[in-house]
Nanobody
């Protein structure tokens, strides 16, 4: 059974940094793509970063490229999102998600397991 638990959200000033972590369970984690999505009020949920099953491939939305870094540790069943140079427009609920086995980290519709979300608020 897949369980995803996020941590690390909070309030930060513009220009600051936060690190989100996701603790995963389930045997498929090590061979599944993982991603971080976000959803702001009134907006659709969007994929901001994805990583392939072995960490060899990563994807970033244009809006976060150069500022966010996704990583995973398969031995520890964790995936992280380092967020630097945060902007007020990064304010959203951030969700950890697990994709399909050996699946693409870029295809939003292949992600089918979700955490409960963690709030990130960036003040100007």
């Amino acid at each position: 059974q897949v369980q995803l638990v996020e941590s690390g959200g909070g309030l930060v000033q513009a220009g600051g940094s936060l690190r989100l972590s996701c603790a995963a369970s389930g045997r498929a984690f090590k061979v599944s793509s993982m991603g971080w999505f976000r959803q702001a009020p009134g907006n659709e949920r969007e994929l901001v970063a994805g990583i392939g099953w072995n960490g060899g491939h990563t994807y970033y939305a244009d809006s976060v490229k150069g500022r966010f870094t996704i990583s995973r540790d398969n031995a520890k069943y964790t995936v992280s999102l380092q967020m630097d140079s945060l902007k007020p427009e990064d304010t959203a609920v951030y969700y950890c998600a697990q994709g399909s086995v050996f699946g693409s980290e870029t295809e939003q519709n292949t992600y089918n397991y979700w955490g409960q979300g963690t709030q990130v608020t960036v003040s100007s």
